[in-house]
């Protein structure tokens, strides 16, 4: 079992950077795929994006890419999402996922993941 903690969410007005970590504790591997998922209020979860397997390439949604950037720290085992630019529409919870045995085809699913931290709210106002 993976214990993921996320941190770094907040109240910034729109065009405003955040910056997120999640730090993953327990049976951790560089090889879990870890990805960033949001929910606002009345939504399901959406896939923000992903690191499949602890490779070098990072999947985004259509809605967030060139605005964010999700990096990794192996030492520390800790994920961030860089957010610049952002929006009222980014306004979520923000909730980091990992998971040792997704196939590549189902890392934008929040069902694929199995460790899910508590989450941090982002509220972006216009």
């Known amino acids: 079992q993976v214990q993921l903690a996320e941190s770094g969410g907040g109240l910034v007005q729109a065009g405003d950077s955040l910056r997120l970590s999640c730090v993953a504790s327990?049976?951790?591997?560089?090889?879990?795929?870890m990805a960033w998922f949001r929910q606002a209020p009345g939504k399901e979860r959406e896939f923000v994006a992903s690191?499949?397997?602890?490779?070098?390439?990072?999947y985004y949604a259509d809605s967030v890419k060139g605005r964010f950037t999700m990096s990794k720290d192996n030492v520390k085992n800790t994920v961030f999402l860089q957010m610049d630019s952002l929006k009222p529409e980014d306004t979520a919870v923000y909730y980091c996922?990992?998971?040792?045995?997704?196939?590549?085809?189902?890392?934008?699913?929040?069902?694929?993941?199995?460790?899910w931290g508590q989450g941090t709210q982002v509220t972006v106002s216009s």
């Open positions: 690191n499949f397997r602890g490779g070098s390439d990072t």
């Open positions: 996922a990992a998971t040792g045995s997704a196939i590549w085809s189902s890392q934008y699913r929040a069902d694929a993941y199995n460790n």
């Open positions: 327990g049976r951790t591997h560089n090889r879990y795929t």
